[in-house]
Every structure is written in structure tokens, then in C-alpha cells.
């Protein structure tokens, strides 16, 4: 019988790995044909060229590795007697390309720990890369930091957010639970801007007058009212650093405290009826439906009652605005979402060595989560220079 020699189609990993092999294969000729006219400029001549001005000469070449999209490359470095080797296109000690750096730091702002790191490079460039690299090359994002900390503020901004929340870091060798101070601003043309990301021992007059007075140095101006929770030392350093401003308080915040004051079976009823009064279409509505709720719970839920009074001239601040802006400025809801991102992320991490590298991770966490806000308009109706009531009647 006559043999006959079957034909085995290639499996996909195959096929992958050959072409894999094949990339990685055109990556170091690239590679070494980028080196080798770096050399030839450094010595002023061709390889085996013999011209009598050179600069200098050729001294072989040393094998080099460095992990690129297409896994670890081994390229030949050229060296030159006089003016060593032409490393300027890898980079004196770089062992990475930079997209690989871009990528881990993208991953780690994304939620990978640095201990997962090296299942994920070694998953994709069969390359293991250790918690200790991961966190040298995340260091990068010191530059963030600076960038915000030190950008200056040349828009007006009428309506200015604070808010903080609250995470777990190492402070003296304990770990302690710090807070993180967050300030955004909508300028005149209805856009939100992020302003500043800092970190305190925690929530104090302190730690917020120290955040105004960095954005007041920055350039803050025009400050027509803050919008934050009722916290009595951010009150104070608004008052200290920004007394022509008005403060409204977040209503989400404060029809929160007044329904956990009532009794469980009565909490719905009054967070409805709470809530419809900061939806009424006039201050002078507002007060009406204050004195309806007092008439109809506040025998029942005296304690709510006494709460809701408190806090209802603060929270009634916006009505003196543009009505197009009142479901926006009445609360720091917009605060939630960037909350949201800093909880989710720094929960993956747990404790922070320190109080450095939670602040490089939430600046990144938040410049990510807000880099829409520049196409986005968030305000509309606000037209400067145009008086408040005018706007408002409009």
C-alpha cells in the first residue's frame, strides 16, 4: 500500500506564535538599523568605509535586551571607541520601551495592583515585571500631581464644589484614615473644571483653609457661591479666604440627616416630602412648603423638624441664582461620581505604603474620570455681566 503523507493544518496558537516571532524578528532589525546610523553618525563613517576625517572608530558591539509591544527583543548595540555606544534611541538604562511603561501605569490607574502586574505582562510579552519595577514606573505620575497642584486659574469661577472622602494610608508606620479634599469650579462658559486634589491628616478648617489659599495663590476669582456639605470647618475657611461668597448647602446631605432623625416607618414619607420642598419654584414656595411639613410631621418627627429648620436657610441659597442652574448647584451630587472612582480603585489597594503614592493613583483616578469635562457643558444660561435677577426672571 502506498504511504501517503497527510497534511496538518497549523493551530491558531500556532500560527500566532510564528507570527509573533516574526514581528519580534522585524522589531530588532528596526531596531539595529536605527543603531547602526546612530553609529555612523557618532563615528562619521559607514561601517568598512574608509574615509580619512572620521571622527572616530568602531569598537564591536554588545548584546542588549529590552522588552517591546512584541515581547523581549535581544539587539546589538555598536560601540565606539571614543564616544561609547549609540544608546540615545533605547535609552541609557531602559529596559522597556515606552509604550510598555505607558501601558503598566495605564493598567495600574485602571485597577491592576502592582503584585498582578507580572501575570499581565507575562500573559501578553511573555516577560515577568516585578511589583518593585511597576512601582518605580508609576512614579511617573508625580508629574500629574505637580501639573495640578501648580496650574494656574485665569477663569472666573462663580460656582466652586467641595467636597472630601475618606481612605486608608500608612502615616508613621500605622495606618490611618486620612481624607481626600477634592475642588472643582464651573467657569462662565458652563464647563467644569477640576482644581485640586489634596490630602489631610483630616476634614479640618486646617486642611481646608490650606486648599483655598492654594487655589486663591493659583489665581481663584469670582467666587459667587460654594457649594458643599455642612461641615463646620469648611465653612469657616470659605468665610476666612472667601467672604463675598454665599455657601449653599448640599440638600442631598441635609434631607439626608433630617428622614434619619425620624422613625424607620416614617423615613420614606419624610425624605419625599423634604425633597419636594427644594424643588419648589420659588424661595417664597420653599418657605410655604416648610411650614406645611410642620404642620403635617413635625408633632411626629420633632427632631427632623428641628434639623430641616437648621439647615434650610443654607439650603436655600441657590434660589438667588439662574433658575437653569438651580438642579445643579443645590447639591455636590456631581462629587459622587469622582467618590465613586476613588473608593472603587483604592478598595483594590487596600492600605497605601504612603501618602505619596495614594495621591499619585487618586490625581490619576480623577484626571481620568473628569477628562470629559472640557466637551461637555454643564451649565448653560450664564451670561456675565448679566445681573442675577434678570437672568433668573429669564
Not at 534611541?89 to 485602571?110: F, H, K, P, T, W
Amino acid at each position: 500500500m502506498k504511504d501517503v503523507a497527510e497534511f496538518v493544518l497549523p493551530s491558531q496558537g500556532d500560527v500566532h506564535l510564528d507570527l509573533r516571532t516574526l514581528l519580534r524578528g522585524a522589531v530588532r532589525v528596526a531596531l539595529e538599523a536605527t543603531l547602526e546610523e546612530e553609529m555612523r553618525l557618532i563615528v562619521g563613517a559607514g561601517r568598512w568605509a574608509r574615509i580619512g576625517d572620521r571622527i572616530d572608530v568602531r569598537n564591536g558591539s554588545y548584546l542588549r535586551k529590552i522588552v517591546t509591544g512584541m515581547g523581549q527583543v535581544e539587539v546589538a548595540v555598536p560601540r565606539s571607541r571614543e564616544h561609547g555606544s549609540a544608546g540615545d534611541v533605547l535609552g541609557r538604562y531602559q529596559r522597556r520601551s515606552d509604550e510598555i511603561d505607558n501601558a503598566m501605569v495605564a493598567a495600574y490607574v485602571n485597577g491592576i495592583s502592582t503584585r498582578k502586574m507580572s501575570s499581565v505582562t507575562e500573559a501578553l510579552l511573555d516577560e515577568s515585571v516585578g511589583r518593585t519595577t511597576v512601582s518605580r514606573v508609576t512614579r511617573t505620575l508625580e508629574q500629574q500631581v505637580d501639573a495640578l497642584r501648580k496650574a494656574p486659574i485665569p477663569a472666573a469661577m462663580p460656582y466652586l464644589y467641595l467636597d472630601a472622602t475618606f481612605i486608608n494610608t500608612r502615616w508613621a508606620r500605622k495606618v490611618e484614615n486620612v481624607s481626600v479634599l477634592v475642588a472643582y469650579g464651573v467657569d462662565t462658559s458652563g464647563h467644569r473644571c477640576l482644581l485640586a486634589v489634596t490630602m489631610g491628616a483630616q476634614e479640618s478648617q486646617e486642611s481646608w483653609t490650606d486648599l483655598l489659599r492654594q487655589l486663591v495663590d493659583r489665581g481663584l476669582h469670582g467666587v459667587d457661591l460654594v457649594i458643599a456639605d455642612a461641615h463646620g470647618g469648611l465653612a469657616a475657611a470659605v468665610r476666612h479666604l472667601l467672604p463675598e461668597a454665599k455657601q449653599q448647602r448640599c440638600v442631598v446631605h441635609l434631607n439626608r440627616n433630617v428622614f434619619t432623625k425620624a422613625p424607620q416607618r416614617l423615613r420614606g414619607r419624610v425624605a419625599r416630602e423634604v425633597g419636594l420642598i427644594f424643588k419648589a419654584p420659588s424661595l417664597a414656595e420653599a418657605r410655604r412648603g416648610l411650614e406645611q411639613f410642620r404642620e403635617r410631621l413635625g408633632k411626629q418627627v420633632p427632631e427632623s423638624l428641628e434639623c430641616l429648620e437648621a439647615g434650610f436657610a443654607a439650603a436655600t441659597q441657590f434660589y438667588a441664582f439662574p433658575r437653569a442652574h438651580w438642579k445643579k448647584i443645590r447639591s455636590t451630587n456631581g462629587m459622587e461620581r469622582l467618590h465613586v472612582e476613588i473608593k472603587r480603585r483604592t478598595r483594590a489597594v487596600g492600605a497605601f505604603p504612603d501618602r505619596t503614592s495614594a495621591l499619585r493613583l487618586i490625581v490619576a483616578v480623577v484626571l481620568r474620570a473628569t477628562a470629559v469635562w472640557k466637551s461637555r457643558h454643564y451649565l448653560a444660561g450664564f451670561e456675565p455681566g448679566k445681573p442675577k435677577e434678570l437672568q433668573q426672571a429669564a
